[in-house]
């Protein structure tokens, strides 16, 4: 039996073969440093890195490509905007259901001096945009919230979030780590000032890529959090101003920047309602199962459209790691126990210390894995009894 791989949240796969295609033919036909010199393979590798930045500008509603800055992944995005745009005195906001990538540099920065106010969110994961306006204090910076919880899959109100931040006139600084690519977004039309992706969950590209769009003009307010040779400006020693130079210094990932070029354009492509059509239509066949099942409780909202593609559970008495462990070894059904590096989360939805099972699927699931993964469940809660 081929394996059921449910744990897309994590990293998707498979991946789309014109990703796999785009990095081998970097790696065979291209393989120059992008921007460093003026030969022919150069200036393809510098072609390639704009197109991809190009797309994902396109993805994300960002007018200008120029404003999308690559980065490893979306962790050393979230650490450019908390070092680079936090200072001593500076009050930040953020939300209950943050993954650690968000929590543990605002909990470094509070540490130095930044003061830090957790809004909570309620026991499905979800947050009241007038607690984060009730929030605000005379030297708030900014508010860093989750486009979408990992754990629950709860959507955040963004718009709603962005409207308060801006009233108030603070910042707004999205991790769309969970969404970028499964769910629309439209930075400008939103008024989000900075938001940060991953390239290897539902962008479908390589691992170890990543970054952040910059609302013009801001870029001025965040220290870049390296510093160093961009290929350009070379004559002089201090750091480029403009973007996206100002944020990428070194040489780039450029064939996982091939590959995530070719990932987005798959999104593009297939287009981000008919993903998002697709994974909900799986995610309701899904909880709707588990509901007739029984013995198993689910997490997070009931409804497939208030959340992405997760979906996380635990049946009693079982611990969720051998839940997960049982589905995999008996099954071949891949999924993630415990607390997915959230504990705030989960100490939100009252599943801390032992966290839940997640599942989590993507464009390329079935709903014949859906519901053998169904019937594996069925299996484990009988047993159990």
């Not at 400006?233 to 070719?262: V, W």
């Not at 909202?301 to 049946?315: C, D, H, M, Q, Y």
């Amino acid at each position: 039996m081929s394996a059921i791989y449910f744990d897309n949240a994590a990293t998707s796969w498979p991946k789309p073969e014109a990703m796999m295609r785009a990095m081998a033919d970097f790696n065979a036909n291209v393989g120059a440093n992008p921007g460093r010199s003026g030969h022919r393979l150069s200036i393809e590798a510098g072609r390639i890195v704009f197109d991809a930045r190009e797309r994902i500008a396109v993805l994300l509603g960002a007018g200008d490509p120029c404003t999308v800055i690559f980065a490893r992944n979306a962790t050393e995005a979230v650490n450019t905007a908390v070092r680079g745009l936090l200072r001593p005195g500076d009050h930040v906001i953020t939300s209950s259901m943050e993954h650690n990538s968000v929590m543990r540099p605002l909990r470094a920065a509070e540490r130095e001096g930044v003061e830090l106010t957790v809004v909570a969110c309620s026991a499905s994961g979800e947050i009241s945009p007038a607690d984060v306006a009730r929030a605000v204090k005379r030297n708030t910076r900014a508010l860093f919230v989750t486009h979408a919880s990992n754990v629950t899959g709860t959507i955040m109100p963004v718009d709603e979030l962005a409207a308060v931040a801006h009233e108030r006139g603070i910042l707004i600084c999205v991790d769309a780590a969970q969404t970028a690519g499964s769910v629309p977004i439209e930075v400008e039309k939103t008024g989000i000032d900075m938001l940060f992706f991953t390239g290897h969950k539902s962008l479908y590209g390589p691992q170890g890529t990543g970054g952040m769009y910059i609302r013009k003009g801001l870029e001025a307010l965040v220290a870049p959090l390296e510093r160093g040779g961009t290929g350009s400006r070379s004559e002089f020693e201090d750091q480029p101003e403009f973007m996206p130079d100002r944020f990428e210094s070194g040489t780039p990932n450029t064939i996982g920047i091939a590959g995530l070029g070719a990932g987005v354009e798959h999104v593009l492509s297939t287009g981000v309602e008919t993903i998002r059509k697709k994974e909900a239509a799986l995610t309701g066949l899904f909880m709707e199962g588990l509901r007739a099942v029984g013995g198993v409780t689910v997490y997070g909202p009931r409804e497939a459209l208030k959340k992405t593609a997760v979906v996380s559970f635990g049946i009693e008495g079982i611990s969720p790691s051998d839940i997960s462990f049982g589905l995999d070894e008996r099954f071949n059904i891949m999924s993630r126990p415990g607390l997915h590096c959230a504990p705030s989360a989960h100490r939100t939805i009252g599943t801390f210390p032992t966290g839940t099972v997640r599942f989590s699927f993507g464009i390329f699931n079935t709903e014949e894995e859906i519901n053998a993964a169904l019937r594996a469940i069925e299996i484990l809660v009988k047993e159990n009894k």
